[in-house]
C-alpha cells in the first residue's frame, strides 16, 4: 500500500511543475485555485499526470471536488485503497 506521504509527494511535485511554484510552498490548505493559480489545463494536466501515476481514473465530477492540496490528497488515498 502506499503511504500518504508519498502521495503527498507525488502530488506537490506535479502541481509545482505545472504552476512553477516551490514544493515547500505548497501547503495542505492550499486552494488550488484561488491561492496557487491552478487553471483548467493546469487541472487537465494534473489529472492526467495522476491517474499514470497512481493506476486510477478520476470522474470529473470527482475532479470537481478538488478544493485544496488536501482534498486531492484523500481521494488518492481513497482510490488507492479500493484498487488494491
Known amino acids: 500500500m502506499i503511504q500518504k506521504s508519498e ?7 506535479a502541481l509545482s ?37 497512481f493506476n486510477i481514473q478520476i470522474s470529473d465530477d470527482d475532479i470537481m471536488g ?3 492540496m488536501d482534498d486531492v490528497v484523500e481521494y488518492i488515498v481513497k482510490m488507492t485503497n479500493e484498487n488494491k
Open 66 to 68: 478538488f478544493k485544496t
Open 17 to 53: 511543475g505545472f504552476l512553477k511554484v516551490e514544493p515547500s510552498k505548497i501547503k495542505g490548505n492550499s486552494l488550488l485555485r484561488e491561492e496557487l493559480g491552478l487553471d483548467s489545463m493546469d487541472t487537465i494536466e494534473l489529472v492526467f499526470e495522476l491517474e499514470d501515476n
Open 7 to 13: 502521495i503527498e509527494t507525488k502530488i506537490k511535485s
